[in-house]
């Protein structure tokens, strides 16, 4: 993750789960990603996507009654992450 | 091989897509739902997921995450009636209860809060009106079974939940013999509380069951503790379905009570309903034709949701059980069934009967030779 990305942060896996199915079904692009815990301290899995598509998909969350946390803008320091580095991006 | 008729205890077999989820799930899937982020935890909370919703469409819930998961029934009803009742309070239901619903009741009652047991008529039925009549300001819950465990009787839900509404008291059904055998709507129904157990009619394995609440009601917890969520804090989330989720869930368990739902909503509730009390129809038509058989419960299979008891003149139920098992191969359960109060209400205390219950998998002509054994030990006992 070196640029700028959305994150959706949840209280429970359950709704987690849930929203990327929903979101999905929209057509948008999410993944289910270890929730970061500088933005978190809550549920362990928290949602990617593309910042674009944050305020879409926090929209589509409410419409749907999923209860979520917060939305975010997110990015890792500049360099490479962890994840990248190791998986040679 | 044996004709298995203990359904009303645990069902037996269980469909074959059950197994393989399970093994599916420790294979592959095997996290603890919901604590890590990792690949294997989040698919573990998916399988969860799709388990909590499936069991909210079968029972028109509000919503999938007021589906929570409990070990059994009994847990739920301990869930529910701890958490709406205190020492003040005052409970109804009914006399055909399981002691899944009267201990709690009783140890509630030796607190201090009071208790109406409604009486049934001989074949297990409440008359929704008697409960009515002995609701009052000061009553917390109406709590009552859905079919009884004893006779099969399916009480009248919907008439009991109107009652409830217009009351404005919550309303808890036991739904132990009746989720997977017989159509469930929360909705329809006023079910506020929804009690239920997977290793039954819903065709799962043992160690799963829970809960399901209306939009209108809350509850504390019965157990607090790690749930994978807020985890900064030393309190108890509020929301659910984690607020009544504490300590790891029976994944593998709700991974294969998932697909039996999952099996039972390709067929359908109401066509195996039907199929059931077709078989229970044949079974009482022909143990009632049996000199010295009693067969107790309603006289409509319609009104039955898998389950038989009876008796014969001149013989202990136990004696009955054992030869239907050891003699036909025929397994059955005899005795109280941990429903004292059911038994007081058809008046086979404390002696007992044999209970008969049937599955989505039991067959006409399994019922033929059960027929045709119990018109044996008939004779033999002459």
């Given amino acids: ?89 | 091989m044996a004709i298995y008729l203990d359904n009303a205890a645990t069902s037996w077999p269980k469909h074959p897509a059950v197994l393989a989820a399970m093994q599916d799930y420790l294979s592959t899937a095997g996290g603890n739902p919901g604590r890590s982020g990792h690949s294997m935890s989040v698919e573990a909370a998916r399988i969860v997921f799709a388990a909590r919703e499936g069991l909210g469409r079968l029972f028109n819930a509000a919503s999938p995450d007021r589906v929570t998961f409990a070990k059994n029934a009994t847990e739920a009803l301990n869930m529910i009636i701890f958490g709406l009742l205190g020492a003040g309070g005052h409970v109804v239901t009914t006399g055909i209860e399981h002691n899944a619903v009267m201990r709690p009741l009783r140890r509630l009652e030796s607190l201090g809060a009071a208790l109406t047991v409604v009486p049934c008529d001989r074949t297990g039925m409440v008359d929704p009106d008697d409960v009515k009549r002995v609701v009052t300001k000061n009553t917390r819950l109406i709590i009552a079974t859905h079919a009884s465990n004893v006779t099969g009787a399916i009480m009248p839900v919907a008439a009991l939940g109107r009652i409830a509404r217009e009351c404005g008291v919550p309303f808890a059904v036991d739904a132990a013999q009746t989720a997977g055998c017989v159509p469930i709507d929360m909705q329809a129904d006023n079910i506020d509380l929804l009690a239920f157990t997977g290793h039954k009619g819903l065709g799962g394995p043992q160690g799963t069951g829970g809960l399901a609440l209306s939009p209108a009601v809350e509850l504390p917890p019965l157990l607090y503790g790690g749930t994978g969520s807020v985890s900064e804090a030393e309190y108890q989330p509020d929301f659910l379905p984690d607020r009544l989720e504490s300590g790891t869930l029976n994944a593998v368990g709700i991974a294969g009570l998932g697909a039996a739902v999952a099996e039972l909503a390709k067929t359908g509730v109401a066509m195996l309903a039907a199929h059931k009390q077709g078989l229970v129809a044949a079974l009482v038509k022909g143990a009632a034709s049996i000199p010295g058989i009693t067969v107790y419960g309603p006289a409509d299979a319609a009104d039955n949701a898998g389950v038989v008891s009876l008796n014969f003149d001149g013989l202990v139920c136990s004696e009955v059980g054992l030869a239907l098992d050891r003699a036909f191969g025929i397994l059955t359960r005899t005795g109280l069934h941990c429903a004292p109060a059911a038994h007081r209400t058809i008046g086979t205390f404390p002696q007992g009967t044999v209970r008969l219950s049937v599955s989505r998998f039991t067959t006409r002509e399994e019922i033929g030779r059960v027929v045709s054994a119990l018109g044996q030990i008939a004779e033999m006992a002459r």
């Fill in chain 1, 1 to 89: 993750m070196s640029e700028p990305c959305g994150i959706i942060t949840f209280f429970s896996s359950q709704h987690a789960v849930q929203a990327e199915k929903v979101l999905k079904r929209s057509g948008l692009s999410v993944e289910l990603i270890p929730g970061p815990k500088d933005i978190s301290p809550n549920c362990g899995v928290a949602l990617k996507c593309a910042l674009r598509d944050l305020a879409a998909a926090e929209a589509r969350l409410r419409e749907a009654g999923i209860r979520y946390e917060a939305g975010h803008s997110y990015v890792l320091v500049a360099s490479k992450s962890l994840l990248d580095k190791l998986l040679g991006r």
